[in-house]
Nanobody, 125 residues
Framework: QVQLVESGGGLVQAGGSLRLSCAASGRIFSSYVMGWFRQAPGKEREFVAAISWSGGMTYYADFVKGRFTISRDNGKNTVTLRMASLKPEDTAVYYC??????????????????WGQGTQVTVSS
């Protein structure tokens, strides 16, 4: 079992930056792929970014490439999403998630076994 707790959301103006953190506890954190997803009001949850267990591989949705950076610290059991050049359309609840490294695509939420409660990010225009 893995418990995930996100923090760092808030209200920011367009063009601003935020850093989201996800603290993990439970089973061996370093063996999991960690991902970030988001869900805007009235929309389905979508993939944002993911990082391999070692941190050597990162994956991004096209709409965040060049603006968001995912990283992890296996010593501290944390994963971070740095968001820059934020746009109003980035407004959503952001979720941290974990999946076993061998289980399917890192882009697909159906392969993620553990989820945090979410943190709200609101970008004003």
């Amino acid at each position: 079992q893995v418990q995930l707790v996100e923090s760092g959301g808030g209200l920011v103006q367009a063009g601003g930056s935020l850093r989201l953190s996800c603290a993990a506890s439970g089973r061996i954190f370093s063996s999991y792929v960690m991902g970030w997803f988001r869900q805007a009001p009235g929309k389905e949850r979508e993939f944002v970014a993911a990082i391999s267990w070692s941190g050597g591989m990162t994956y991004y949705a096209d709409f965040v490439k060049g603006r968001f950076t995912i990283s992890r610290d296996n010593g501290k059991n944390t994963v971070t999403l740095r968001m820059a050049s934020l746009k109003p359309e980035d407004t959503a609840v952001y979720y941290c998630a974990a999946k076993a490294s061998y289980s399917g695509s890192s882009y697909s939420e159906k392969y993620y076994d553990y989820w945090g409660q979410g943190t709200q990010v609101t970008v004003s225009s």
